[in-house]
């Protein structure tokens, strides 16, 4: 942001600060560097530095104490340690570390510290807030009731997403685990939730891949991004979750909504590992610290629904893991697991197999999010996950059958049918009142006579129809938000005409 | 900048006790100051000290012919004590720990006094006893030229640095009018 001042004002403004500028004796508790490398560096003196505390070296560069110990202060440093030399005095601030938060950085690429990174000039931020800082605690909290609609049909009507939730998105690399995220962000545009992006370890023309993305689809308007790159230490990824946290609490907070994606913690835990090991703390399993389940449970704790005393506000998080060949019993992927409100699992069989979203509807579960789920959701998909789960059991055994009764045969068409609806492009999110409409078709058998390579133009088709006709389901759907015997009459009227001309 | 090992401090500690608790501080105290000005005074001695491939009976006859007549009582058995744990190669730290607790004991401080130009050292004691006066103890400082602070001077107390440095105030002036210039990038 550029401020045009003339040479005059300059020169008043400078005046008016020297003016008040009392030189006071400058007190400081400085300690020594006693060692640096790998973005650690060992302190002998500071003996009243708090944990966590910034700590700045002579360069201008912070850090943060971690490590306390009795004659010397593990610190991570906050950018390159080059700069950094043995016995350069190092001074304490006094505060512990915080970043920008509020409307200003809505739109922006920033670093784990806040600090932008997109060339865009400097953040006009007033607030300032801790990063690490304590959940709230249970008579600050609601329950989870309100929907956050992902328009992804297979996550809104399997694994419904309350605000407020954590739910963990799980799989292989290469499985569709970004896109999922970022589909949950592009569907947010017009529902009043802001959205954060934390990257963790990722190549940073993923980021700018992202970025673009979400400036296509209009959505970087009401999202920040955090960036820890791959090329950035391993402090800044290690701290960037709990940043971008802090940012998102700010609208939690003050009555409103807000989404978070930690894409991903096993990333963050690798660095948190990298950094624990140079701080000599004993390693456990799979040399991760023995904290390393309490670093993301804490920040987990911090997605919360607020009560209405609270203001409330939410914050919901998807935190993303990745597994090596669909181990989810590994640390960090069963530590996840156990701390959020479900997982949805992604699996890479099903992703070459051209099932996308490749989302495993067995394993995939929401605990919280049912209570959350639209009515009309409720009453479509509520058999939906049984259907699907005899499919998929029927479709196993049929491998080896080689007769099979007509009622077996029909139960597979339409799990076939079905399977083909929870298809999904890419960056193609629908609104509830389609979903719930074609989800509808699916499994009241209104596709069972059309052949399985056109249920796509049938879902293309139909959307074209329920926003031309009369648009009686549309309107009644948004008033009752429910299967009512209206909206079923409308639906199926639609559906009726549009099964015929399809076949 | 090298640790002291953290045993160090924990022997020069009950060393310390010992000797309040037998009266024999001052002349533990000044035994440990002997050994201080030997071991700084005889490479051989410090690499005898590390050496534990001499026969330990060998070595029990050099440190009784060097120690056993001249140190107090409690001083020999104390060195005695750190050869059957093969520790006499931390001696010298062990000595240092000794002296800083015997000098917090007693209520004495060490710190350092950097000034753009020699200061007198009639102006070294006032800025002494000011600094004595506002800890609440005796002040000893090392005084000592840095042409890099333009004028005033900087203190050092242990971990504390007071700054009353031209270059200093000038870093602070400028932190201050950076401050006020907004967010940066």
Redesign the interface.
């Known amino acids: 942001m550029a401020v045009d001042l003339r040479p005059e004002e300059i020169t008043s403004i400078l005046r008016q600060q020297l003016a008040e500028f009392d030189g006071k004796a400058d007190i400081a508790e400085v300690g020594t560097v006693l060692n640096v490398g790998d973005g650690i560096a060992h302190i002998h003196g500071l003996s009243r530095v708090m944990a966590g505390e910034l700590v700045e070296f002579s360069e201008g560069l912070t850090g943060m104490a971690l490590n306390l110990e009795e004659d010397n202060v593990g610190v991570a440093i906050f950018g390159e340690d080059r700069t950094i030399k043995e016995g350069d005095p190092v001074r304490r601030t006094g505060r512990i570390a915080s970043v920008p938060v509020g409307e200003a950085l809505a739109g922006r690429i920033v670093d784990a510290l806040g600090r932008p990174i997109d060339g865009a000039g400097g953040v006009a931020s007033t607030e300032q807030r801790t990063i690490d800082i304590k959940a709230p605690g249970i008579i600050e909290r609601a329950d989870v009731r309100e929907p956050l609609q992902t328009g992804i049909k297979v996550i809104d009507a399997l694994t419904p997403i309350g605000r407020g939730q954590r739910e963990l998105i799980i799989g292989d690399r290469k499985t569709g685990k970004t896109s999922l995220a970022i589909d949950t962000i592009i569907n947010q545009r017009g529902k009043n939730v802001m959205c954060f992006y934390v990257a963790i370890g990722q190549k940073r023309s993923t980021v700018v891949q992202v970025c673009e993305t979400l400036k296509h689809y209009g959505a970087m308007e009401y999202t920040t991004i955090i960036a820890a790159t791959a090329s950035d230490p391993a402090p800044m990824q290690y701290l960037s979750p709990f940043a971008g946290c802090a940012m998102a609490e700010f609208y939690r907070d003050s009555g409103r909504h807000a989404l978070i994606v930690y894409d991903d913690l096993t990333k963050q835990a690798q660095a948190y590992r990298q950094l624990s090991l140079l701080l000599r703390r004993p390693p456990g399993r799979e040399a991760f610290p023995g904290d390393v389940f309490y670093l993301h449970s804490r920040l987990l704790e911090r997605a919360a629904k607020l009560s209405p005393e609270k203001g409330g506000g939410s914050l919901t998080a998807l935190p993303i893991v990745e597994t090596q060949a669909n181990d989810i019993s590994a640390y960090i992927p069963t530590n996840v697991i156990s701390i959020t409100d479900g997982q949805i699992f992604l699996e890479a069989d099903a992703f070459n197999a051209g099932q996308r979203p490749a989302v495993n509807p067995g394993i995939s579960v929401s605990r919280v999010g049912g209570d959350a789920q639209v009515k009309a959701m409720k009453q479509t998909a509520g058999t939906l996950r049984l259907d699907l789960a005899q499919y998929r059991e029927l479709a196993g055994f049929s491998q080896f059958a080689s007769d099979l009764d007509p009622a077996t045969r029909r139960q597979l068409d339409r799990g076939r049918r079905l399977m083909e609806l929870m298809k999904q492009n890419i960056h193609e999110v629908l609104p509830v009142a389609l979903q719930v409409a074609i989800i509808y078709a699916g499994t009241q058998g209104y596709l069972d006579s059309i052949p399985l390579n056109r249920i796509k133009d049938f879902e293309k088709e139909l959307a074209e129809r329920l926003d031309r006709e009369p648009r009686d389901y549309l309107t009644q759907f948004d008033r009752d938000q429910a299967m009512t015997p209206d909206v079923k009459t409308a639906l199926e009227a639609v559906l009726k005409r549009l099964s015929v001309t399809s076949v | 900048?090298k640790?002291?090992p953290?045993v160090a401090r924990r022997y020069a500690r009950a060393l310390h006790d010992q000797a309040i608790a037998g009266c024999a501080l001052s002349e533990v105290s000044r035994d440990v100051e002997q050994l201080r000005r030997s071991l700084a005074g005889s490479i051989d001695l410090v690499s005898f000290l590390n050496n534990y491939l001499l026969p330990r009976a060998a070595r029990m006859k050099v440190l009784r012919a060097l120690w056993a007549e001249t140190l107090h009582p409690l001083t020999w058995r104390f060195v005695r004590l750190l050869e059957s744990k093969r520790r006499l190669g931390i001696l010298d730290e062990i000595g240092a720990e000794f002296v800083e607790f015997e000098e917090a004991c007693q209520g004495l401080v060490r710190g350092s006094l950097a000034s753009a130009y020699a200061l007198s050292s009639r102006d070294v004691g006032e800025i002494a006893g000011q600094l004595g006066r506002h800890l609440g103890k005796q002040v000893i400082l090392q005084a000592g030229e840095e042409r890099g602070l333009l004028g005033g001077y900087r203190l050092?107390v242990?971990?504390?640095?007071?700054?009353?440095s031209l270059a200093?105030?000038l870093?602070?002036?400028r932190q201050?009018?950076m401050a006020?210039c907004?967010?940066?990038?």
């Open positions: 900048m640790l002291r953290r050092r242990g971990d504390w640095v007071y700054d009353l200093g105030r870093r602070m002036l201050t009018m006020g907004g967010p940066r990038n």
